[in-house]
């Protein structure tokens, strides 16, 4: 986790992305920084981005207007790319926050780290893997959902839910409608060469190490780890969940800064 708090542009494409997480959006951009300039790029014109117009002032965004001048091409992209470049050199915020899945934005994150800027994404499980890579850290949009922050915090609803589905037509088609707006988190398996990688990468010889650096190198290892994308809510409770490590409280002026060793 960033330690720094800095300025971040959010950027938005909203032909691309979910206008009913815009909360969740700009409480994942809190946890690294302030959301000083905030946008959202589409068509206004079009029903397309009707879900949109009561968040804006909800959230302090400004809609950004581009018009689709060809059927079938998107015009946001390349907007997106050009106010990203004035933002970049204007040296006005330290970081960025693109809100996409679309691989196009795969050369922006590059251009931004070659700056030496913070750039992390938001996006669906579908977003091209290059443009995942190309970001500092990337978090799926799967994982910011209320039903996934709930799936989280009940390990065995799955189960449970399978058991209660009503037997009735009727109930069948109304919870169909609701997967497809809130489709259910899928959990991930978790690779544990990759935690035991990040663990070594951290550890300069010590035995205890701060969780938080762990999952610094985490993110330099895979930009879009992240707990929630295995059913934990943080990154103390998935270590807490292996055998072969244990967490140990560390307390610092009143706040617990825990530490992992190996058993």
Same mark, same amino acid.
């Given at each position: 986790?960033? /330690?720094?708090?800095? =300025?971040?542009a959010v950027l938005i494409d909203g032909d691309n992305a979910q206008a009913r997480l815009l909360k969740e959006i700009l409480e994942e951009v809190s946890k690294y920084g302030k959301a000083t300039i905030r946008r959202i790029y589409g068509d206004w014109t079009t029903p397309h981005m009707n879900s949109w117009k009561e968040m804006i002032n909800l959230h302090s965004f400004s809609p950004i207007q581009k018009f689709s001048y060809?059927?079938?091409? =998107?015009?946001t992209d390349s907007s997106m790319i050009i106010d990203a470049m004035d933002i970049l050199h204007s040296t006005s915020v330290d970081g960025f926050c693109i809100v996409s899945s679309d691989s196009d934005y795969t050369g922006l994150a590059k251009r931004i &780290? /070659? /700056?030496?800027?913070?750039?992390?994404?938001?996006? &669906? &499980?579908?977003t091209p893997k290059a443009f995942v890579q190309s970001c500092e850290i990337f978090t799926y949009a799967e994982n910011l959902s209320p039903q996934a922050k709930e799936e989280n915090s009940k390990p065995e609803s799955k189960k449970t839910e399978k058991s209660q589905v009503s037997t009735t037509r009727k109930n069948v088609v109304v919870e169909e409608e609701v997967k497809k707006e809130n489709p259910v988190k899928e959990?991930? /398996?978790?690779?544990?060469?990759?935690i035991d990688k990040a663990f070594e990468i951290s550890s300069d010889e010590e035995e205890e190490i701060h969780i938080a650096k762990i999952g610094a190198s985490l993110r330099k290892i895979d930009p879009s780890f992240d707990p929630r994308s295995y059913g934990f809510r943080n990154l103390t409770e998935l270590f807490r969940s292996l055998k072969k490590y244990e967490v140990m409280k560390n307390e610092v002026n009143g706040l617990n800064y825990p530490l992992v060793k190996l058993k």
């Open positions: 986790m960033q /330690e720094k708090k800095f =300025n971040i060809t059927t079938g091409k =998107n015009s &780290r /070659e /700056e030496g800027l913070f750039v992390m994404g938001i996006g &669906r &499980r579908i959990t991930q /398996e978790l690779d544990l060469k990759i």
